[in-house]
């Protein structure tokens, strides 16, 4: 009799154990592919495809398509030319490119807001006009700072007939056109911010060849007297200023 309670017992406990670990099983559930109930899902499910893949792309479209490039070629092009290598470091420099650019595309942010995001979100207007009114302000800032020359090499490359006015250009013809219409830019502002620095560099070393110095690196000489000269002309708000108000 206490043998059969005694199995009994254990075969409960047994039991018990089982249900627990079922209960605690760490399997994730089965996930499967259903049908779409109406086009809303289709609609819903496209949206957030299209969501993920402007994500993905977000860093392309912000070098492409704003100031970012030509502040962030300046910037660089300063630093060589105070002959640092990394100072300020690479994350310095581009975090005050993007602030500045957050700066001054402020009222193209405002436009597409008020205009496109805005009532889009509030349902006034559908996907398709929302696109319209964000790529227009778009489309006239890099109007605004694109060369004629670089938007003819752009036409005549592609094939297509001149086009009469502004709204015959292809925003993908107009992409390609502002990007090297910045580069060129922000290469001319280089080379300006250059000069000073190269005339700082030739006096230090004709001055030691003159001494017969010819063993030390004028570099290394001249470095402080450029540091020296940049900051007493107030380097660093000269540049901001001369980046806000080339983009006006």
Not at 102 to 124: C, D, E, H, K, R
């Amino acid at each position: 009799m206490r043998c059969r309670c005694f199995c009994c017992l254990a075969r409960a406990r047994r039991l018990r154990r089982r249900h627990r670990r079922a209960r605690f099983c760490p399997c994730p559930p089965c996930l499967g592919i259903g049908t779409a109930d109406g086009p809303q899902d289709v609609a819903l499910s496209l949206q957030i495809v299209a969501l993920i893949t402007v994500l993905s792309i977000a860093p392309a479209i912000l070098l492409m398509l704003k100031s970012f490039k030509r502040i962030l070629v300046v910037l660089g092009f300063i630093r060589t030319a105070l002959g640092l290598q990394q100072t300020p470091p690479n994350q310095v420099i581009t975090s005050l490119a993007l602030f500045l650019t957050f700066f001054t595309m402020s009222p193209v942010w405002n436009q597409i807001y008020n205009q496109a995001l805005n009532p889009y979100l509030q349902g006034a207007i559908p996907a398709e006009a929302a696109w319209s009114e964000t790529i227009e302000p778009l489309r006239t800032f890099m109007f605004k700072q694109t060369r004629e020359k670089e938007l003819s090499l752009m036409i005549r490359l592609s094939g297509e007939e001149q086009p009469q006015n502004r709204d015959g250009v292809s925003t993908m013809l107009l992409i390609p056109a502002y990007v090297l219409s910045e580069l060129k830019t922000a290469f001319q502002m280089g080379v300006v911010l250059y000069i000073p620095f190269i005339v700082v560099d030739m006096i230090v070393a004709s001055i030691l060849m003159s001494m017969g110095m010819m063993m030390l690196p004028p570099s290394m000489i001249s470095l402080p007297f450029k540091i020296l000269l940049f900051v007493m002309a107030d380097g660093w708000n000269l540049i901001v200023a001369s980046l806000v108000t080339s983009f006006n």
